[in-house]
């Protein structure tokens, strides 16, 4: 609930700026993103190099990527001719360069790994002032331009469809591959990076899956984090479903890094949705499922 007040204090303060220290917010948000990924990767170095159990890790792994990657295709499809408008990404995606963020996750699970400490004090903080920040670049594009809004809010739409529909399809196709319980993984790959809340639902059901579902989900947000600079120099806009659920929160930075004012807008308005949809629809499956 902090997440989203900071979300919305942010997105209605840019409205009303209009353009007031834009720059300096911008500039915030794109350096402060390499340090949220430079901790991310220390606090999940011990789940990443010290699993539990092999399969738990084949498990999480596979629930990471492949509703991951599904929900990414689906919104390729889709968005297919609005991505060929805008191939090369956002400035910061050339500036910094997609691999900052890739160097910085890997040097963070290495510290972690090798000189753990506990990053939570430093990562709360950042966090709402990352998200903070990156809201209020939303809100100054969308006082800038209402119709630019008016296309984020669409294309926001259409990746919450193919972030729920790749992820509930991802999680069943991993399903039959690995030969887990389907229920749970549909369950899982549904999600869409939502660990905090898929991970107590299926603990009661299979302690197992729910270790592996939350170790996927986490994934997923930290694939987002690192490949989203990357992967918005082809597509930007499709790239943002990866991040499924996060976008509105630790998946926004940097989406508001690397891409323009219509992936911000997108990412927002995707992230919020989908966050909604799931909070009614995640239990309910569960309780009607399992």
Request: aromatic share 4%; with cysteine; glycine share 14%.
């Amino acid at each position: 609930m902090a997440l989203v007040i900071a979300a919305l204090s942010g997105l209605a303060l840019g409205l009303v700026g209009r353009g007031l220290l834009e720059g300096a917010a911008e500039r915030a948000t794109r350096l402060a993103a390499l340090l949220l990924v430079l901790l991310m990767g220390m606090e999940a170095s011990g789940r990443l190099l010290s699993p539990r159990a092999p399969e738990v890790l084949l498990a999480g792994l596979a629930l990471a990527l492949v509703p991951g990657a599904l929900s990414v295709a689906l919104a390729m499809a889709v968005l297919g001719r609005l991505e060929a408008g805008t191939r090369g990404g956002g400035t910061s995606a050339r500036g910094l360069g997609g691999t900052a963020y890739i160097y910085s996750m890997a040097l963070g699970v290495l510290v972690g790994a090798t000189a753990p400490w506990d990053a939570g004090p430093l990562l709360g903080p950042l966090l709402y002032a990352l998200v903070f920040a990156a809201s209020y670049t939303v809100g100054n594009a969308a006082a800038r331009s209402r119709k630019r809004m008016g296309v984020g809010l669409r294309i926001g739409a259409v990746l919450t469809l193919a972030v729920l529909s790749g992820g509930a399809l991802g999680g069943l196709v991993t399903a039959l591959v690995l030969g887990l319980d389907k229920a749970a993984s549909v369950l899982s790959g549904a999600a869409s990076g939502w660990y905090s809340l898929v991970g107590p639902l299926l603990l009661a059901y299979d302690p197992g899956l729910a270790a592996a579902a939350l170790l996927g989900n986490m994934l997923r947000e930290a694939l987002h984090v690192a490949l989203y600079p990357y992967l918005s120099r082809r597509i930007p806009l499709s790239a943002i479903a990866l991040g499924g659920a996060t976008t509105m929160d630790t998946g926004l930075p940097v989406v508001a890094a690397c891409g323009g004012d219509r992936e911000r807008t997108a990412a927002f308005v995707q992230g919020t949705a989908t966050t909604l949809v799931l909070s009614v629809a995640l239990p309910a499956a569960a309780d009607a499922l399992l």
